[in-house]
């Protein structure tokens, strides 16, 4: 059995976890991918009656490009980073696409950078120790990461 002293030790003192707005939800994406795809080939099928055949294999294209993209916002929408700081050491978990990574730095040597991409780009979020660098925050918006950057620098500073 491990002391109170030990299990409390491993609680983060801070943890902030970033994941991607998902308002609709799997259920409700493929909903409205099938609505689009009746709406689409009942329009291509009264124009084929009316002679304008080509319409369809345009739709069936167009059906086609949206299922790619819904079906790649599935993948993603269970993506998720989380930084945690325990004690001296900062943490940062990442799921990328069904990928999981984890790095491990020593909190009094890790540094927060924000470095602007370019006019009207967001900053790009990242924290390096000793070379190396793991980029954070790339889903979220601009306003969103000035917040993240703000909470990870109070929570570095905190020593």
Not at 7 to 12: A, Y
Not at 69 to 97: K, M, Y
Request: aromatic content about 12%; overall charge positive; glycine content about 6%.
């Amino acid at each position: 059995m491990q002391s109170s002293a030990a299990r409390e030790s491993d609680l983060p003192d801070v943890c902030v976890t970033l994941r991607r707005n998902d308002s609709l939800g799997s259920a409700g994406r493929w909903r409205i991918f099938g609505l689009l795809c009746a709406l689409s080939f009942g329009l291509a099928l009264a124009f084929a009656a009316f002679g304008a055949w080509l319409v369809l294999p345009y739709s069936a294209l167009e059906m086609a490009v949206l299922f790619w993209a819904f079906h790649w916002l599935e993948r993603r929408s269970t993506d998720w980073e989380c930084i945690s700081f325990i004690g001296d050491r900062v943490i940062v978990e990442r799921v990328h696409e069904g990928v999981r990574t984890r790095h491990e730095f020593n909190r009094y040597w890790t540094r927060l950078e924000a470095r602007p991409l370019g006019f009207g780009r967001p900053l790009q979020l990242a924290l390096s120790y000793a070379g190396e660098r793991v980029p954070f925050g790339d889903d979220l918006a601009a306003a969103e990461r000035q917040r993240v950057a703000k909470d990870v620098r109070r929570a570095l500073a905190a020593r």
